[in-house]
């Protein structure tokens, strides 16, 4: 497992409301603060990872007691990364979290930094928060029996999504559930696979990519007891707020 590296300076930049960038809204936008937690950088162990040689994570988490309260995940959007020595640093993957104390962390993948670099001069994106409404976890289960045809239930098509399941075969997993959501993407927070045996441990929830796809499953099979569980979310707002890091050390 690798470990993370502790920084010596943790960067918070908290923001507000007035700091919003979204179109007028009755909605108040949470106050949280940004805290860096770690860099993993594959090279400094000699890793050379289909999915992470090429890549470098910066973990950070949203801190505050309106996080803590929030159901689901909020999504996470990056708009400039570049290390000190000017390289654009493009996007790998974005992966929020929530722990059972309600923690959220968010773990941003990016292209490898040039080797004389010292550090991600700046990390700038945006957090959109659910905010408001309605919240219901949806279970489905024999997965298998629903791949590549739309989930049915009320409360999608209340919530403005429509959810497909492919089956995904790739070099590195031998099979995969792809999650594809269309619509209102925002309405889908969270999804996770469980099983009520508890045999594949403590569920992870995912979100959305960009392109409004999770991979969920990936094996040999796809076991009769796996039930997928998403977080659906409607009839509130979604309100955005800025965050930008800057001066984080690499390893």
């Not at 409360?155 to 590195?172: F, I, M, N, P």
């Amino acid at each position: 497992m690798w470990k993370l590296l502790p920084l010596a300076l943790f960067c918070v930049a908290p923001c507000s409301a007035a700091s919003s960038t979204t179109s007028p809204t009755t909605m108040p936008a949470p106050a949280f603060g940004v805290e860096v937690g770690g860099v993993i950088d594959p090279r400094q162990w000699g890793l050379h990872l289909p999915t992470a040689a090429d890549s470098v994570a910066v973990i950070f988490r949203l801190t505050g007691k309106e996080i803590e309260g929030m159901q689901g995940l909020p999504r996470v959007r990056l708009i400039e990364a570049a290390d000190d020595l000017g390289n654009v640093l493009q996007l790998r993957g974005v992966h929020p979290t929530r722990d059972v104390a309600s923690r959220v962390t968010v773990n941003i993948s990016l292209s490898q930094p040039l080797r004389r670099a010292t550090s991600i001069a700046v990390l700038k994106g945006e957090v959109m928060f659910p905010v408001g409404g309605q919240s219901r976890i949806l279970s489905f289960d024999k997965l298998a029996s629903r791949l590549e045809k739309p989930l049915e239930d009320p409360v999608l098509a209340q919530a403005g999504l429509r959810v497909t399941l492919t089956e995904q075969k790739s070099a590195v997993f031998p099979k995969a559930i792809l999650l594809r959501a269309e619509g209102r993407r925002a309405g889908l927070t969270g999804a996770r696979l469980s099983a009520a045996s508890g045999a594949f441990g403590r569920p992870m929830t995912r979100t959305l990519d960009a392109n409004g796809q999770v991979t969920l499953f990936a094996g040999k099979q796809i076991p009769d007891s796996m039930v997928l569980q998403m977080d659906v979310w409607w009839g509130g707002e979604e309100v955005t707020v800025p965050f930008e890091i800057k001066d984080i050390r690499l390893p």
